[in-house]
């Protein structure tokens, strides 16, 4: 059998399964009309009298596996050309936008770029090949920052698919918060805030960006107007008629009872 295509790595598969099988098409690769590839035409009638059943068809091993190894490898060079790098090969970002400085340059060579948001802010650090033995934690607030750039040993975040361990070297990940604890740990000391909601941006350079729309220290919750609360919104949720009024008085309930569980726990 010869061929003398160049077919994609997932047409040279299909084209060594359908070899097991008599299909009239194929008899005469590369010479049909329509080609060995493309929809052929529909057969006659007298086929389905006549076939009436798939034939097996000879097929030389030797063949096969060399269109088997030749998919592979267009897969592999494909996934070569394709691969991104690894979180270990990031460098630094730039403190500046360079394809705006170069834009401006063209239309005004002779005014200073005006400055970006980008010039502002702290560039991100090179992620580095080797797990520190820190994590970087920024927490803040809409108001206020907790945490910046402090450097601990791990933080626990309330994340709503669970407690979730941060510790220097974790993966990259987005989470969402839910109301609960939040810990750091920073050597024997553990710091406890509650958080009502938010997110969690762990980078792959041992960075953690937490923003919570409310966060309060534990050990500042008033423990009475938690239980009051708890039972109004109890209350409310028995006596509500309305699905907005039943949301309502539900979140409040969830809310109270995370704070319950913060003071108890």
Known sequence: ?????????????????????????????????????????????????????LKPKPIVASELAKMFRRAAASLASAAARNRRLFSTGLSAASTTDGAFVEAWTKIAPKIEPPKTPIT???????????????????FVLPYA???????V????????????GVLPGHVATIAELKP?????????????????????????????????????????????AV?????????KLNTATTDLEKAEAQIGIDVHSALNAAITG
Request: glycine share 4%; aromatic share 8%.
């Open 227 to 235: 239980q009051k609360g708890l039972a109004d919104f109890s209350q």
């Open 1 to 53: 059998m010869l061929f003398n295509l160049n077919p994609t790595p997932r047409k040279c598969l299909r084209l060594a399964v359908e070899c097991f099988f008599h299909r009239p098409e194929l008899d005469r690769v590369g010479r049909t009309s329509h080609g060995p590839f493309s929809s052929p035409p529909p057969p006659p009638p007298s086929f389905f009298l006549t076939q009436t059943r």
């Open 120 to 138: 502002f802010m702290d560039p991100r650090p090179p992620t580095p090949a080797s797990i520190p033995s820190k994590l970087t934690v920024n």
């Open 153 to 164: 040993d791990m933080v626990i975040i309330p994340a709503t698919s669970g407690q979730m």
């Open 180 to 224: 609960g604890v939040l810990s750091v740990h920073e050597g024997n000391n553990v710091n406890k805030y509650f958080v009502s909601s938010g997110f969690a941006f762990i980078h792959a350079n041992s960075y953690a960006d937490i923003i919570a729309v409310e966060a309060v220290p534990v050990d500042q919750i008033d423990s009475a």
């Open 145 to 151: 920052a907790e945490l910046s750039a402090k450097e």
